[in-house]
């Protein structure tokens, strides 16, 4: 399955996807430098991640950091 993944905040945002069992290997997938609203989707580029293949039945672990200013 491909999927987006998209991130709101305010002051800073990142999420972050571990792409196998390591969890040195987070990768950043989508972040915001600055404030949005909590349904304001399309002020950052950044903020939309590029489509991801997921498979069933598999875990991911991921990691959603925020930093308020």
Known sequence: MQVRFGV????ETEFLLLNDQSASNLILQSYIDG???TTHLGK???QISEYITLQ???YYYFELRHIEG
């Open 8 to 11: 709101t905040g305010d002051d």
């Open 35 to 37: 404030y949005t609203g």
């Open 44 to 46: 950052y580029p950044s």
């Open 56 to 58: 069933a039945d598999e």
